[in-house]
C-alpha cells in the first residue's frame, strides 16, 4: 500500500486574491473623477505598501508550487517528498505515535494532529490533517495505523 498526499496551497492562493481585490477597491474608492478625465491614485504609499505584501503572496505561492510537497504513506515508513529532496521515516524509528484532534470540532479529521516522537529528533514532528488535500482519507489511514501499532504491543 502506497498513498500519497499532496500538500494544499490554498491559503496562498486565497491570500494573494484578497490583497488583490483590496488593491483594486482601495485604488478605485481613492480616485477622482471629474467633468473631463479620470484618475487612480497609483501614487499613493498605501498602493505601494499593498504591493509588497502582493509581491510577497506570490512569492511564497509560487515557492510552494515548486517545491510540491507531498506525504507517502507506504507499508513501513512515512516519506516526506518536495521537488528537491525526501524524507523518510521508517515505523520502526518512530518512538510514539499519537493521533489527537481539537474537541471542539467534529471528527472529520479535518482539525486532527498527528504527533510523532522520534528519537533523533529533539522536538515532536507533528502532520496535520487540514494541510493536504483528501484530509478525511490520510486522517482514516493514519487512525488505523495508529490503531495497529497500539495494538500490536
Known amino acids: 500500500m502506497e498513498r500519497a498526499f499532496k500538500k494544499k496551497n490554498d491559503f496562498y492562493y486565497i491570500t494573494l486574491l484578497v490583497y488583490v481585490a483590496f488593491l483594486a477597491v482601495y485604488i478605485f474608492v481613492t480616485g477622482t473623477i471629474t467633468d473631463e478625465t479620470v484618475q ?3 501614487r499613493d504609499p498605501v498602493v505601494y505598501i499593498i504591493a509588497i505584501f502582493i509581491l ?8 510552494n508550487v515548486v517545491r510540491n510537497q ?6 513501513d515508513a512515512f516519506v ?3 521537488r528537491f529532496k525526501e524524507r523518510r521515516i521508517p515505523f520502526v524509528d ?3 505515535m499519537v493521533l489527537t484532534r481539537d474537541r471542539r470540532k467534529p ?3 479535518n482539525s486532527a494532529v498527528l504527533k510523532l516522537r522520534i528519537p533523533k529528533r529533539r ?3 507533528r502532520i496535520r490533517m487540514a494541510n ?3 484530509e478525511k482519507e490520510l486522517y482514516a489511514i493514519l487512525n488505523e495505523l495508529v490503531r495497529k501499532r497500539t495494538t500490536a504491543r
Open 40 to 42: 487612480f491614485g497609483f
Open 56 to 63: 510577497h503572496a506570490l512569492t511564497m505561492l509560487i515557492v
Open 70 to 75: 507531498r506525504l507517502i504513506i507506504t507499508d
Open 80 to 82: 516526506f517528498t518536495s
Open 94 to 96: 518512530i518512538e510514539g
Open 107 to 109: 471528527i472529520d479529521g
Open 123 to 125: 522536538r515532536v514532528l
Open 132 to 134: 493536504y488535500e483528501h
